[in-house]
């Protein structure tokens, strides 16, 4: 049987995610998109065949490209993020890839936040050997953006809370100097999510998110995305190759990121992920309330040990852009850091935790701890660190979605 095909406008965030693949018609009476395994796609005519490959009609032409079952995940997050569209990836670096590789060139400038995941880092210092150049400046402040802008520039890249350390970008403010400059302006809003940010909302042309951190949430599936928010004007980007200057300018940017991206470099989102990521998706509204209600819960009691230097976590009322993230998000996020006095304690502190995870992760529903400078930040060396404000006794926490006391007592002894 067929089921009668409805419609989420101006319904709520969860219930446009859990109902949104009703929104098409699905074989049986299905309340989810099937998982399509399948590479390649037929068609009755050749002139059909020749339509789709020239996107003169929508189709699908070759599983690197598209796939439906991906197509109904992009949808979801299009909705999640109020976009124009989405593509889907194999991982978040890889729409972070694809991204600055499509639509950058040699010669192109890019001002990105110096407060910035290790990986990203990583490739946008590999950005540098292809001829673009990159400044890293302190993106809490707009005047640090504008000054690093030159003649050249072409992209801004920011994240909206900052892994480690929890510095909020000053995304307003960069969003409106990006317009008035025509620069292509990101966010990367995984340690956000669209649950508790829209990076719309500040004027940002596309948002990134991994997929595989709050979206998918359990720790299970790989993915990335990209979405055109419809904030930029892509008839006036000086990148978008001929090929790709047909039909409705707003698609031209995720065209060519598509074509250069999955076609050419082939990062693609295996149906099976796609399938997992959009089933994990329906719940992330709950599950990012009860993860940022730890999240301060725990910030407040580290606030308050003497084992503890610091805290960094939008939520206090001592961090310094903590305003700001109460002005712009709906929630503190689940990501936290904390500084311990004695530094040489910071692995015997980790290894006295039980119920806490050692993982590198992200939004997950378990609670994860990592020593931030012995591992994910080492390969970037002592210098760099500390222009992030990261020490070696600096304790990173993606907090989880268990019982709040549990938690608490796991590092009351831990800490004790």
Not at 196 to 214: D, E, M, T
Request: aromatic share 8%.
């Amino acid at each position: 049987m067929n089921q009668a095909v409805i419609t989420m406008k101006n319904k709520g965030f969860t219930t446009k995610i859990v109902h949104g693949d009703r929104e098409s018609p699905i074989e049986h009476g299905s309340v989810h998109k099937p998982v399509h395994h399948v590479v390649l796609y037929g068609y009755d005519t050749t002139e059909e065949l020749a339509a789709v490959f020239q996107n003169k009609q929508p189709g699908y032409s070759y599983g690197r490209q598209n796939n439906p079952t991906t197509t109904a995940l992009q949808a979801k997050i299009s909705a999640l993020e109020t976009g124009v569209d989405t593509l889907c990836f194999a991982t978040g670096m890889a729409a972070i890839t694809a991204t600055c590789l499509t639509l950058l060139k040699a010669g192109d400038h890019l001002v990105s936040s110096q407060f910035l995941f290790g990986n990203t880092n990583s490739l946008f210092q590999t950005l540098t050997q292809f001829g673009i150049e990159v400044t890293f400046v302190d993106a809490t402040d707009v005047a640090n953006v504008e000054a690093a802008v030159q003649p050249n520039t072409r992209m801004v890249f920011v994240e909206t809370i900052a892994n480690p350390c929890t510095q909020v970008a000053d995304l307003k403010a960069i969003g409106d100097f990006c317009r008035r400059q025509d620069l292509v302006y990101v966010v990367d809003n995984t340690m956000t999510s669209p649950a508790l940010f829209l990076p719309k909302a500040v004027g940002a042309g596309l948002s990134i998110n991994s997929l595989s951190k709050c979206i998918a949430g359990h720790g299970e599936v790989l993915g990335g995305a990209v979405t055109d928010l419809g904030e930029y004007d892509w008839s006036r980007y000086p990148n978008i190759n001929p090929a790709y200057r047909t039909g409705d300018p707003q698609k031209w940017g995720l065209q060519q990121i598509r074509k250069k991206g999955l076609r050419d470099m082939g990062a693609t989102l295996a149906p099976d992920s796609a399938h997992r990521i959009a089933i994990g998706s329906e719940t992330l509204a709950l599950r990012m309330d009860k993860a940022c209600s730890n999240a301060q819960a725990l910030a407040e009691y580290f606030s308050r040990h003497k084992a503890i230097k610091q805290v960094y976590y939008p939520g206090l009322a001592a961090h310094p852009q903590h305003q700001r993230a109460q002005e712009l998000f709906n929630g503190f996020g689940a990501l936290m850091s904390i500084d311990l006095v004695d530094n040489d304690a910071c692995f015997d502190v980790l290894n006295k935790l039980q119920g806490v995870v050692l993982s590198s992760h992200l939004g997950d529903n378990r609670t994860l701890a990592i020593p931030v400078a012995h591992t994910i930040f080492f390969e970037m060396g002592p210098e760099r660190r500390a222009s992030m404000g990261i020490s070696d006794g600096t304790i990173r926490l993606s907090v989880g979605i268990e019982d709040r006391d549990d938690l608490l007592e796991d590092f009351e002894r831990a800490l004790g």
